[in-house]
C-alpha cells in the first residue's frame, strides 16, 4: 500500500514557478512508476508528466513539455513537479499517482494510488 501526500501548490503570476512535491509511504515506493495529472474546473482530469520507477524513462503531455520537469528521490520516497513559466491554462488541481507497476502508463486507470490533489492557480 502507497500513500501519497501532496504539497507546494499556490497561486502564483503568469511566467512565475512553482514547485509541487509528492511525499510517498510504504516500502516498495522505489517499485512503483509515478505521474502527475491535473484537473479543471468542468474538465476530464488529464495526465501532466509521469516517471517510472528508476527515473529513467519520463513522459510529458505536449502542452507542458519544455516548462515542467519531474523528478524523484527513491532514497527520499519523493516526488517533484518542477513548473516553469506558467500560463493561465495550467490552473488547476494536481494530483500525484503511483501504479504498481514499474513502468508509467498514460490513462488515470493505470494507477493505483492517488493523492488528495493540491490547487495551482495562475494568474494572468
Known amino acids: 500500500q502507497v500513500q501519497l501526500v501532496e504539497s507546494g501548490g499556490g497561486l502564483v503570476q503568469a511566467g512565475g514557478s512553482l514547485r509541487l512535491s509528492c511525499a510517498a509511504s510504504g516500502s516498495t515506493f522505489s517499485s512503483n512508476a509515478a505521474a502527475w495529472f491535473r484537473q479543471a474546473p468542468g474538465q476530464e482530469r488529464e495526465i501532466v508528466t509521469a516517471?517510472?520507477?528508476?527515473?529513467?524513462?519520463?513522459y510529458y503531455a505536449s502542452s507542458v513539455k519544455g516548462r515542467f520537469t519531474i523528478s524523484r528521490d527513491n532514497a527520499k520516497n519523493m516526488i517533484y513537479l518542477q513548473m516553469d513559466s506558467l500560463k493561465p491554462e495550467d490552473t488547476a488541481v494536481y494530483y500525484c499517482?503511483?501504479?504498481?507497476?514499474?513502468?508509467w502508463g498514460l490513462g488515470a486507470l493505470l494507477y493505483d494510488y492517488w493523492g488528495q490533489g493540491t490547487q495551482v492557480t495562475v494568474s494572468s
Open positions: 499517482a503511483a501504479r504498481r507497476n514499474r513502468s
Open positions: 516517471i517510472s520507477s528508476t527515473g529513467g524513462s519520463t
